[in-house]
C-alpha cells in the first residue's frame, strides 16, 4: 500500500492541450504502473489553461476513490470569496489540506497576510503544504523558499501541522532540523529529480535520505511524494525499495504517516502486512 502525498495535474508542455479527463487518465495509469493506492492532488496558485482550478480539480475527482484534492493558494491573487470557497470545501471533506508557494510568488511563509490561512487550516484540522527548496521555474526567488522560514510559523502556529516539500533540497540538513524541533513539521520526499533517477543520482539521494533520517531520528514525520508528472512514480517506487529502512520505517513512510496526518479514508496497514 502506497500514498503518493504530492502530485500535479498541471500541464507542463504548455505547448499541447491536454484536458482535466486525460490528466486524470494519464495520472490512474501511472498510479496503476507503480502500484499507488492513493494520491493527493495539488492544485496550482495560478489558474490558466494549463492549470486547473481547485473546485475543478474537486469535480473532476469526485469518480474516483483513490484520489484527493490539496488546495494551492496564491498570496499574491488570494481573495475573501476564494477562502469562503474552501472553507465550504474543507467543512465536508473534499480537501485534505491547504498549499502555499514561497519561491514561486515573493513572501515568507510567516507573512502576516497568511494567518488567515493558518487559522483556517487550525479550524478544520487540515496540514498545510509549503514549497521549500529549488524552484522547477528558474524566475523563482529561492530567499523565500528555505525550509528555516517555515520554523516561526510552526512555533507560531503550534496546533497547525506543516508539511515542508521536497525536503527543503537542496537544503536537507536544516529542512531535519526544523522537523526534529517542531512536532508539528512534516516533510515529503518529492521532486528530488527530474524524470527518472539515474543511477549515480539514486547512491548519492540514498546517502542523503539515509542521514536526514538518522538526523530526525524516527520516520514518523516523513511522507512519500513523487511530484508527478514532473518525477516518473514507478522510478520513485524502485527508488524506494532500495533504502535501507527497516519494515516499520517503511510503511510508516510509504502509507501510515500520510494515511494519518490528512485523515485520508483508508483502513490501516495489518500489523504483519
Known amino acids: 500500500m502506497i500514498i503518493d502525498c504530492h502530485v500535479h495535474l498541471n500541464n507542463y508542455h504548455e505547448e499541447l492541450s491536454v484536458s ?11 498510479m496503476a504502473e507503480a502500484e499507488v493506492s492513493y494520491a493527493l492532488i495539488l492544485t496550482s496558485y495560478l489558474v490558466n489553461a494549463n492549470r486547473p482550478a481547485t473546485a475543478e480539480v474537486v469535480r473532476g475527482v469526485e469518480p474516483y476513490g483513490n484520489l484527493g484534492v490539496v488546495a494551492g493558494i496564491s498570496y499574491l491573487n488570494y481573495r475573501q470569496r476564494d477562502l ?6 474543507l467543512a465536508v471533506g473534499r480537501i485534505k489540506g491547504l498549499k502555499l508557494y514561497p519561491g514561486y510568488e515573493p513572501f515568507y511563509p510567516h507573512d502576516h497576510r497568511l494567518r488567515v490561512v493558518y487559522e483556517l487550516a487550525e479550524e478544520f484540522g487540515v496540514p498545510v503544504m509549503i514549497h521549500c ?7 523563482g526567488k529561492l530567499k523565500y523558499a528555505h525550509p528555516l522560514e517555515v520554523d516561526e510559523v510552526a512555533v507560531d502556529f503550534p496546533n497547525v501541522n506543516f508539511v515542508i516539500c521536497h525536503l527543503g533540497n537542496p537544503w536537507l540538513v536544516d ?12 516533510a515529503d520526499i518529492s521532486g528530488l529529480i527530474l524524470g527518472e533517477f539515474t543511477e549515480a543520482f539514486e547512491d548519492y539521494m540514498e546517502e542523503q535520505i539515509q542521514e536526514v533520517i538518522l538526523y530526525a531520528g524516527e520516520a514518523t514525520r516523513l511522507l512519500y511524494g513523487t511530484d508527478w508528472p514532473i518525477c516518473s512514480m514507478k522510478s520513485y517506487v524502485e527508488f524506494m525499495r532500495q533504502l535501507k529502512l527497516s519494515k516499520a520505517d517503511r510503511r510508516a513512510i510509504l ?3 500520510a494515511r494519518q496526518l490528512f485523515k485520508l479514508p483508508l483502513p490501516p496497514l495489518p500489523a504483519h502486512d
Open 20 to 30: 482535466l479527463p486525460e490528466s486524470l487518465d494519464k495520472l490512474q495509469a501511472a
Open 84 to 89: 469562503r470557497e474552501l472553507a465550504d470545501f
Open 133 to 139: 527548496g529549488d524552484t522547477y521555474n528558474p524566475k
Open 175 to 186: 529542512c531535519m532540523e526544523v522537523v526534529y524541533k517542531n512536532k508539528n513539521v512534516y
Open 255 to 257: 502509507y501510515e504517516n
